[in-house]
């Protein structure tokens, strides 16, 4: 059978951070599951790595880093079970990593905006 994929827990993005629709991610690890069930796994490793979720900041989100995380060793997982046939080396499209700080920006635009009220207030 190979190797198993464990159950994933994935912790709920922080307030006001991004991170993946929920829904989505488990509906998909529920397909990801099915497919795991059967030898060979109907899915391939391209598509685990081709899945998009919605990312938002609000409503129910998971960490992206962990889900992305969890779907690398999905694929590797479905690598091996594939094993030599001729889907387990399709490679998927190699998304742009969405994981940076954005904390910064905001702190840059609080800065800005300080300091065109303290302009201002020396205008007038």
């Known amino acids: 059978?190979?190797?198993?994929?464990?159950?994933?827990?994935?912790?709920?993005?922080?307030?006001?951070r991004e991170g993946y629709d929920a829904?989505?991610?488990?509906?998909?690890?529920e397909q990801l599951k099915q497919a795991l069930r059967r030898t060979p796994p109907p899915m391939a490793p391209y598509e685990v790595?081709?899945?998009r979720f919605e990312v938002g900041r609000f409503g129910?989100?998971?960490?992206?880093r962990q889900v992305d995380?969890?779907?690398?060793?999905?694929?590797?997982?479905l690598r091996e079970r594939h094993g030599d046939d001729a889907?387990?080396?399709?490679?998927?499209?190699?998304?742009?990593?969405?994981?940076?700080?954005t904390l910064w920006i905001?702190?840059?635009a609080l800065v800005l905006v300080a300091l065109?009220?303290?302009f201002l207030l020396t205008q007038l």
Do not use: I, K, N
């Open 87 to 101: 889907v387990a080396g399709l490679e998927g499209r190699v998304p742009e990593p969405r994981h940076f700080p």
């Open 23 to 29: 829904s989505e991610v488990d509906q998909f690890v």
């Open 49 to 51: 790595v081709d899945q």
């Open 69 to 77: 995380e969890y779907l690398s060793s999905a694929q590797e997982v």
């Open 1 to 16: 059978m190979g190797t198993a994929l464990p159950d994933p827990v994935f912790p709920r993005a922080r307030w006001g």
């Open 106 to 108: 905001y702190l840059v």
């Open 116 to 118: 065109m009220v303290v």
């Open 60 to 64: 129910r989100r998971y960490g992206l």
